[in-house]
């Protein structure tokens, strides 16, 4: 059986000692490869092109275009590219723009360094990660939820931008019937009824709609 491509991975942060930590720790890691930095926004672009990585790790507080609006033009241009924000800032905030600027996850900068690298495998292969101390602050005041596998987590973020199953599958290579098959594994794990209801819990746990549109970070 061949083995599983490695993962591509980009790191995009304006201060170099941090670039230089995070490929000192992971380069040597099996199944990733580091295969660009950037640490502004331009170079970010070039890089995407050069490189093709099927991963960016993206800095939230950059200088001139911060990582969140930098994430959204990278995700319009490469539509398969996977973004695992980094930050400082465990600001629910920023956490709620970058799912809506089309992250995949977010992770802080002082977490365990098996933490960031769960973070980047969790993403890389389709899912959704979040720093914990970054879920404990979304929802402190919710149940918390089930752990959905990384195919279940794809789908419940294409119910949250309204893709159909006909489409998920498409876009996942996916039959329609193992779309259908994952989105009522999806419910009886949540505990929701009706369709309606996975729809409507989609948009508010994996969108996490509202925040301003200004795309500035402090």
């Known amino acids: 059986m061949p083995e599983a491509a490695a993962i591509r991975l980009l790191l995009v942060d304006d201060h170099p000692l941090v670039r230089d930590g995070l490929r000192a720790r992971l380069s040597p890691l099996e199944g990733i490869e580091?295969?660009?930095?950037?640490?502004?926004?331009?170079?970010?672009?070039?890089?995407?092109?050069?490189?093709?990585?099927?991963?960016?790790l993206m800095d939230v507080g950059m200088r001139e275009l911060n990582g969140i609006a930098l994430a959204g033009r990278l995700l319009a241009d490469h539509p398969g590219l996977r973004v695992l924000m980094l930050s400082m800032y465990d600001?629910?905030?920023?956490?709620?723009r970058a799912l809506q600027a089309g992250a995949s996850g977010y992770v802080l900068k002082d977490a365990p360094a098996s933490e960031i690298v769960s973070a980047i495998r969790t993403v890389a292969e389709g899912g959704v990660f979040l720093s914990p101390a970054v879920s404990r602050r979304l929802f402190?005041?919710?149940?918390?939820?089930?752990?959905?596998?990384p195919r279940e987590s794809q789908i419940l973020a294409a119910l949250a931008r309204g893709l159909s199953s006909k489409q998920m599958a498409l876009a996942l290579d996916l039959s329609a019937r193992t779309v259908d098959a994952h989105r009522q594994s999806i419910k009886r794990k949540l505990m929701l009824d009706t369709q309606a209801d996975l729809i409507r819990y989609a948009i508010e746990h994996v969108r996490l709609q509202g925040g301003g549109g200004d795309?500035?970070?402090a």
Do not use: M, W
């Not at 580091?34 to 960016?56: F, N």
């Not at 600001?91 to 709620?96: A, D, F, G, S, T």
């Not at 919710?142 to 752990?147: E, I, K």
């Open 34 to 56: 580091v295969v660009g930095e950037a640490g502004d926004a331009d170079t970010a672009q070039a890089e995407a092109l050069r490189c093709r990585p099927t991963l960016v």
């Open 140 to 149: 402190r005041n919710q149940t918390p939820r089930p752990v959905l596998s």
């Open 91 to 96: 600001n629910p905030e920023y956490v709620q």
């Open 215 to 217: 795309e500035s970070v």
